[in-house]
């Protein structure tokens, strides 16, 4: 057998592989919209909530609906008078390699690299994406103007004046959908807030000057300070968790294969800073 037709096979092995471990999965641990819908309300910190969601569509395995029933049912859960936040950064690994390769960034035309949810999020009707060449954030819901604005004018990309860190103004909560804690954006913005109580500056000392685009074609220059590599290497915020459990402020649910896992602002910020004026931190 040559080798093009040894990898067709073994193509084919996976495939199969796949669509029967599918069909298992859906059988013995399925659920459906409906399924999801009554998960989320059982936790009932949604409704009237700010909540900005990390979602990994490979962690819905065995759901019967699609990730637009996904964002439809996180927009009722949250209701008319709650916002749904997700984020969008335009690229994955560091922020500084994406900003040094000097790239326009288009609210309307840079896709997101945080999921499947996340672009399907950004192309709904009603969703609005802040301006920021780094970690822009996409919005629906009654407080979104609010949320979002002058995104572009924040000297690091969540801290103060960021959707990130008006979370805390307003008792945002965290929902980690298919994901771990690591995703935790908002934790920027803490990094930010307790800065000086830090072992070491998370920030560069040098700045970038990005451009981005908004909806109407305007563009606006952001000159920011982005996270120190070799500190981002060493950040695992696993290590906060038996802190968090400690005091209550860890809440982990579970639909069959799906875990979430919900985290107030307020908790996240007044447990790391604890920790912090503690000299511990979750830096390996």
């Not at 009554?38 to 990730?67: D, I, K, Y």
């Not at 035309?109 to 954030?137: A, D, K, N």
């Not at 007044?270 to 830096?283: K, M, P």
């Amino acid at each position: 057998m040559d080798q093009n037709a040894s990898a067709g096979l073994k193509l084919r092995w996976k495939n199969r592989y796949r669509r029967i471990r599918l069909a298992m999965v859906r059988r013995f641990y399925g659920f459906g919209a409906d399924d999801l819908e009554r998960f989320l309300a059982q936790m009932g910190a949604g409704p009237g909530r700010v909540v900005m969601v990390h979602c990994s569509w490979n962690g819905f395995e065995g759901f019967r609906g699609t990730p637009r029933d996904v964002i439809g049912i996180l927009q009722r859960w949250v209701g008319e008078h709650g916002t749904l936040l997700m984020p969008s950064l335009p690229f994955t690994g560091l922020a500084r390699d994406w900003a040094e390769l000097g790239r326009l960034f288009d609210v309307r035309r840079t896709p997101s690299q945080m999921g499947l949810v996340t672009e399907l999020f950004r192309r709904s009707p009603g969703v609005v994406r802040s301006i920021h060449p780094t970690h822009p954030v996409l919005a629906w819901g009654a407080r979104t103007e609010e949320m979002i604005r002058d995104h572009h004018l924040c000297r690091t990309p969540c801290g103060r004046g960021s959707p990130y860190a008006r979370m805390l103004e307003h008792d945002g909560l965290n929902l980690l959908l298919g994901v771990d804690i690591r995703a935790l954006t908002f934790f920027h913005a803490v990094e930010e807030l307790i800065r000086p109580l830090l072992p070491a500056d998370p920030f560069t000392r040098e700045t970038w000057t990005l451009q981005s685009r908004d909806g109407d074609g305007r563009h606006w220059t952001t000159i920011t300070h982005l996270f120190d590599a070799d500190l981002s290497r060493r950040r695992d915020l696993r290590l906060i968790i038996p802190d968090l459990k400690a005091r209550g402020h860890y809440a982990q649910y579970r639909l069959r294969r799906l875990e979430a896992i919900l985290l107030g602002c307020r908790d996240v910020f007044q447990t790391l800073e604890e920790l912090a004026r503690q000299g511990r931190t979750c830096y390996r």
